[in-house]
């Protein structure tokens, strides 16, 4: 059983459908509470692959795949070549300098933002 169904069965909602809903609270736009609300999904079930939504969900395999979990997910055990050779997704890693280029990003917001690790 997936985390996302068992916190359903157990609770009613899931922890993304909550933060959805916080993130609508805290006067977020209603796009970017969708995001929240839908990142656990699966990429098949939405309706537009292009969308926020999506890409939000690719950042999270994409990261899952490369090893950089958020502690409770684990790892992907394999990388799911035909999400990585997908065009658009190509063109964008490449432009980010690739996986490395995208930490090093990650990073250096990190270390401006003072957020602890």
């Known amino acids: ?13 899931t922890s993304s459908q909550m933060g959805g809903a916080l993130a609508l609270h805290w006067n977020f736009p209603a796009d970017l509470a969708a995001v929240v609300a839908g990142h656990q999904l699966d990429l098949d079930a939405l309706p537009d692959p292009q969308s926020l939504s999506a890409y939000v969900i690719r950042a999270r395999f994409f990261a899952r795949a490369a090893g ?4 409770f997910e ?14 658009t997704v190509q063109k964008q890693m490449s432009q980010s300098g690739g996986l490395d280029g995208i930490l090093e990003r990650v990073n250096a917001f990190l270390a401006t933002a003072d957020i602890k690790r």
């Open 74 to 87: 684990s790892p992907l055990a394999e990388h799911g070549s035909d999400v990585w050779a997908d065009a």
């Open 1 to 13: 059983m997936l985390a996302a169904e068992a916190e359903h069965e157990v609770f009613g909602f």
């Open 68 to 71: 950089i979990t958020d502690g």
